[in-house]
C-alpha cells in the first residue's frame, strides 16, 4: 500500500516544491549582490503608449512614433496594482545617448491609473532619433523608441 | 592618424544637440502618497520654583540629576551661570538625549 502511495507523493512533493519556487522569484539585484530592496508594493506597469496628445484621463489615445521638431512628446504609462509609494520615472535620451529630460511621479496607486510624462523644446528638436525608458521604484520596465523629422 | 582623420572624415566633432530649453512634466490619475504625519518637537517649558536647581529639575524630568548640561545648553540664552537659575524663568525641557 505505501509503495503503491509513495510515487504519488513524491510527484505531488515536486510539484508543490516548483510552485513555491515560482512565487519565491530572487528580487536581488541585478548585479548578482542580493543587496537590492524591493519597496513592498505590486504595482507593474501594462501599457506605455507614445503620442502627441493626452486625454483627461492621462493616456495617449492616438499612438505614434514619428514627431514633428515643434511637437510636445507625450508618454502615458498605465499601471496596474496598488502601493502606497511608488515612483515611476521617465529618462528621454537622444540617439548619440545625451539625457535630454528625466522627470520622476511618485504615486500611490488604489488601482489602475496611468501617469503622463511630457517633454516639449521651444527651440524645436533637434532631428534624430529619441528613447524613452521608463522605470518603477528604479527598475526598468519598459522603453519606445521614436524619431523626430 | 590625422592625416586618415582627414581622409575619410572621421574624428570630427558634430556640434552636440542642445537640449538646455528642454520643458518636461508629468501627471498622474494615482493619487500622490500621503506624507508623514508631522511630529511635533517633543519640547516641554518647565517654569522654576524657589528651592530648584538644573540637577534638581533634570532628576524631575529625566530621572538624572546628572544630565542638568543638557537643560543648561538648551538655555543658554537664559541661564549664563547654571548654579543661578531664578523662580519664574521659563526653561526649556528638550527630549533626554
Not at chain 1, 496598488?82 to 535620451?93: E, G, K, M, Q, V
Not at chain 2, 575619410?8 to 506624507?35: H, L
Amino acid at each position: 500500500m505505501m509503495t503503491r502511495f509513495w510515487p504519488a507523493a513524491a510527484v505531488a512533493i515536486v510539484l508543490a516544491s516548483g510552485a513555491c519556487g515560482n512565487d519565491t522569484r530572487d528580487t536581488g539585484a541585478a548585479d548578482g549582490t542580493g543587496t537590492a530592496t524591493v519597496p513592498a508594493t505590486n504595482v507593474s506597469v501594462s501599457e506605455i503608449r507614445l503620442g502627441n496628445a493626452v486625454g483627461g484621463d492621462k493616456r495617449v489615445a492616438e499612438e505614434t512614433d514619428d514627431f514633428r521638431t515643434t511637437e510636445t512628446i507625450y508618454a502615458s504609462v498605465a499601471t496596474a496594482g496598488i502601493s502606497p509609494n511608488a515612483t515611476l520615472s521617465a529618462r528621454w535620451t537622444f540617439q548619440d545617448g545625451q539625457v535630454v529630460s528625466e522627470d520622476t511621479q511618485t504615486i500611490a496607486p488604489n488601482g489602475p491609473a496611468y501617469t503622463e510624462f511630457h517633454i516639449s523644446n521651444p527651440s524645436g528638436w533637434p532631428t534624430g532619433d529619441y528613447k524613452v525608458e521608463f522605470f518603477l521604484n528604479g527598475q526598468s520596465v519598459g522603453s519606445k523608441d521614436f524619431e523626430i523629422k | 592618424m590625422g592625416l586618415l582623420d582627414n581622409l575619410f572624415g572621421g574624428k570630427k566633432d558634430k556640434p552636440r544637440a542642445d537640449f538646455s530649453n528642454v520643458q518636461s512634466g508629468s501627471s498622474s490619475t494615482a493619487p500622490a502618497p500621503k506624507s508623514a504625519p508631522y511630529a511635533a518637537p517633543s519640547k516641554r517649558t518647565y517654569t522654576v520654583v524657589a528651592g530648584d536647581s538644573l540637577s534638581k529639575i533634570a532628576k524631575r524630568e529625566y530621572g538624572d540629576a546628572q544630565k542638568w548640561p543638557v537643560i543648561f545648553e538648551a538655555n543658554r540664552d537664559k541661564i549664563s551661570n547654571p548654579d543661578r537659575i531664578h523662580p519664574g524663568q521659563v526653561l526649556t525641557i528638550p527630549p533626554a538625549s
